[in-house]
């Protein structure tokens, strides 16, 4: 057992919280001192385009996420290169869908950093100063709660401008800075390679499934899995023959996966998959399944869920944070909830902070409409699929990256 994995069985979550702020803080001094020595953007200096900064080729929704940036910069003509950092906490790095593009040199006037504050400082520490001087810094951030963490608002000091994802995270950091903050959401897209079938994963044919997926590296108190699951059992009984698909990334604790085994015990089509999926698996497993449930508590975005309704699979989900910024009554099933306050410090969230409690018995109702109610199915479906491609397609998130760019160099 390693020395952090001694102080969480030994510590409450709060003195564990307090020690990795005073340690962040350490790191925040230093970083302060660099980037105030740091030479400001000169227009010139660099040719323009962009240094796309982060671990690009992380198995995780960060990872995705920065994929679908270079797909952006890409499409949009832009120069561009890519800096590979790894992210800690035992991840693989093992997508090398942008490999060719990876390279030492920052040869651009724009760095793009795809990197959170909560390691952003300790990182930033490590650059040379040949690659901060003179360039124009763009942070892309992620974050789920309205409120953004004071310990990293000194990370905005380092940099020009920040974009985000979703409106949602962007106010949360315009509450702490006068700096922009644009919003520039992902593109949602597939690479078009065939899908595998349900022989794949071994999944039956004749049957109607739902799917839930969460990743332990995305804190699975957040996704709130348990929620889903005791949706689904008030939803239908054993006998209905109703499946369920229950996908999770990075399960290190069995304890957790006994759980859900238990509370589902009885039911005879539960299908469990555990090992990390290749892009092209989980668009599959997603194509796969009738209905994606998600009775989340927060979302910086809401990714998969953006992916199923393009994929045509009807999405349950929670009527609050960013997935509401994609999603409507027609095109979804949004599930109502009550605002409560977490009760202890749960990874990066603070107790006290805020964030959504999902009715479990109207997602359990969506659930049953969409088995039974054939129509209302495919009015979903449809109007999932068309929101995805008309309003979040390549051609518009790219322009808004264009267009962000050239206003750094008006």
Same mark, same amino acid.
């Given at each position: 057992?390693?020395?952090? &994995?001694i102080?969480?069985?030994?510590? #409450? ?13 350490k ?9 105030? $020595?740091?030479k400001?953007f000169?227009?010139? $200096?660099?040719?323009? =385009? ?6 690009i080729?992380?198995e995780?929704g960060?990872?995705?996420?920065m ?7 890409g ?8 800096? &590979? ?12 869908t942008?490999?060719?593009?990876? %390279?030492d040199?920052?040869? *651009? ?10 390691i ?9 100063? @040949? @690659? ?11 974050w ?6 004071? !310990? ?5 000091s ?6 985000? #994802?979703? @409106?949602?995270i962007?106010r ?22 065939p899908?595998?079938?349900?022989? *794949? ?7 109607f499934?739902?799917? /839930?997926m ?8 957040? $996704? ?9 059992? &008030? ?5 209905? %023959?109703v ?11 069995? $304890?957790?996966?006994e ?6 015990? =009885?039911y ?20 796969a ?31 609050w944070?960013?997935?509401? @910024?994609?999603? %409507? ?9 009550d ?8 990874? #990066?969230?603070?107790? =006290? ?6 009715? !479990?018995? &109207?997602a359990?109702?969506? /659930?049953?409409?969409? *088995?039974y ?10 109007n999932?699929?068309?929101? /995805? ?22």
């Open positions: 057992m390693g020395i952090k &994995q102080l969480k069985a030994v510590l #409450p979550d709060d003195v564990i919280v307090k020690m990795k702020n005073t340690w962040n803080w790191n925040n001094r230093k970083m302060l001192e660099k980037s105030g $020595k740091t400001a000169q227009k010139g $200096k660099y040719p323009i =385009g962009i240094n796309l900064i982060g671990d080729k992380a995780t960060l990872g995705q996420s994929r679908i940036i270079a797909a952006m910069i499409h949009s003509g832009i120069p561009f290169v890519i800096k &590979q950092v790894d992210a800690p906490g035992g991840l693989e790095h093992d997508d090398c942008w490999a060719g593009k990876i %390279g040199r920052l040869p *651009y006037g724009i760095n793009l950093i795809h990197i959170n504050p909560n952003w400082a300790e990182v930033y520490n490590d650059f040379r100063k @040949e @690659e901060v001087d003179y360039r124009y810094h763009i942070a892309y951030w992620l789920e709660l309205e409120e953004f963490p004071d !310990e990293w608002v000194p990370c905005i380092t940099v020009d401008e920040i974009w985000t #994802p979703s @409106e949602f962007s949360s950091i315009r509450q702490k800075t006068d700096k922009t903050v644009r919003t520039i959401p992902y593109a949602i897209t597939m690479d078009h390679k899908l595998f079938n349900r022989d *794949y994963f071994h999944l039956p044919q004749d049957k499934f739902f799917l /839930m969460y990743d332990f590296k995305s804190m699975s108190e957040r $996704k709130n899995p348990e929620a889903a699951v005791r949706a689904f059992i &008030q939803a239908f009984k054993p006998t209905e %023959g499946g369920l698909i229950i996908k999770i990334n990075h399960l290190k604790n069995k $304890k957790e996966l759980k859900l085994k238990n509370k589902v015990a =009885g005879p089509d539960i299908y469990y998959i555990t090992d990390n999926l290749s892009r092209q698996e989980v668009e599959s497993l997603i194509a399944a009738d209905v994606m449930i998600s009775l989340h508590r927060s979302e910086g975005f809401g990714l998969p869920l953006a992916e199923a309704m393009y994929l045509g699979t009807p999405v349950v989900a929670t009527n944070s960013a997935n509401t @910024e994609f999603m %409507g009554k027609e095109n979804a099933c949004l599930v109502d909830y605002l409560v306050k977490l009760p202890k410090a749960m990874g #990066p969230y603070k107790k =006290g902070s805020i964030w959504a409690d999902a009715d !479990e018995g &109207q359990a109702g969506f /659930m049953r409409k969409l *088995y109610d054939s129509e209302y199915y495919a009015s979903i479906k449809k999932g699929k068309r929101h /995805m491609e008309e309003q979040l397609n390549i051609d518009v998130t790219s322009k808004l990256l264009k267009e962000a760019v050239e206003r750094i160099y008006r």
